[in-house]
C-alpha cells in the first residue's frame, strides 16, 4: 500500500474557526511532512515529524499547530487563520532515518482550504 | 542559497515525439533528485528518482543525471495527450528529509 491519504478534501472556515487536518499513512515511514502549496508554485515546506519527534519547522506562523500522535497519522491543527492562508495543504510521508537515505517522498491527494 | 531552477514553460511538444525537461541545481550537497507530476488542481506524483551519474529508464521517461554540471533532465518518450501536467524537479542531500523544488516546467502535449 503506497498511499497517503488526507481528509477533509475540501475545508472553507472563517478566520475565527478552529479546524484541523488529518493525514495517515500505512507505509511503515517514519518521516512525515506539511506542505502549503499556492497556485502556480511549488510546495513550499513547513514542518517535519521523523519518529515522531518535530525535526523541522520552516518559522511557521502559530496559528498553525502539527501534531503526531503516532507514526501513521499527521494532524495539523488551524486557528485564527487568515485569507493568505488560502492553499492547498499537502501531507507527504517518506522512510525517514537511517534506512531513509535516498528520502522518496510521498504526496496525499491534499486539502483545499479556503479562508474566508 | 540552495536553489533548483527549472523552465517555467510552457513547453508544447507534439504526440508521440520526446518532451525534454531540464533542471539545474546549485547545492553541491545535493545527491538525491526527483521528478514530480503535477496535475492541475492535484497533488505532486513521483515519477522518477535518480542517484548516480548517468540515465536510469522506467518505461517511457529516462532520468538523466550529470553531477558534475549539476542539471538533472527527464526524458518522456511517446508523449501522450495524458502527460500534459507541469513537472516538477527536487533535490536534496542524502538522509536529509529537506528537499528543494523547482518552481515547475508545464508540459503541453499537443495532439
Known amino acids: 500500500d503506497t498511499e497517503v491519504t488526507q481528509t477533509p478534501k475540501h475545508l472553507v472556515m472563517g478566520m475565527t474557526n478552529k479546524k484541523s487536518l488529518k493525514c495517515e499513512q500505512h507505509?511503515?515511514?517514519?518521516?512525515m511532512y506539511w506542505y502549503k502549496q499556492k497556485a502556480k508554485k511549488p510546495p513550499e515546506l513547513m514542518f517535519v515529524y521523523s519518529y515522531e519527534k518535530l525535526s523541522i519547522n520552516e518559522s511557521v506562523p502559530s496559528r498553525f499547530s502539527p501534531e503526531c500522535p503516532n507514526s501513521s497519522l499527521l494532524n495539523l491543527h488551524l486557528h485564527a487563520l487568515q485569507p493568505e492562508d488560502s492553499a492547498l495543504y499537502l501531507c507527504a510521508s517518506s522512510q525517514g532515518g537511517t534506512g531513509g537515505l535516498y528520502n522518496e517522498q510521498f504526496f496525499g491527494p491534499g486539502t483545499r482550504l479556503t479562508v474566508l | 542559497q540552495k536553489e533548483v531552477e527549472q523552465n517555467s514553460g510552457p513547453l508544447s511538444v507534439p504526440e508521440g515525439a520526446i518532451a525534454s525537461l531540464n533542471c539545474t541545481y546549485s547545492?553541491?550537497?545535493?545527491?538525491?533528485f526527483f521528478w514530480y507530476r503535477q496535475y492541475s488542481g492535484k497533488s505532486p506524483e513521483l515519477i522518477m528518482s535518480i542517484y548516480s551519474n548517468g540515465d536510469k529508464e522506467d518505461g517511457r521517461f529516462t532520468a538523466q543525471l550529470n553531477k558534475a554540471s549539476q542539471y538533472v533532465s527527464l526524458l518522456i518518450r511517446d508523449s501522450q495527450p495524458s502527460d500534459s501536467a507541469t513537472y516538477l524537479c527536487a533535490a536534496g542531500p542524502f538522509g536529509n528529509e529537506k528537499l528543494t523544488f523547482g518552481t515547475g516546467t508545464r508540459l503541453t502535449i499537443i495532439p
Open positions: 547545492d553541491r550537497v545535493s545527491q538525491s
Open positions: 507505509m511503515g515511514h517514519r518521516a
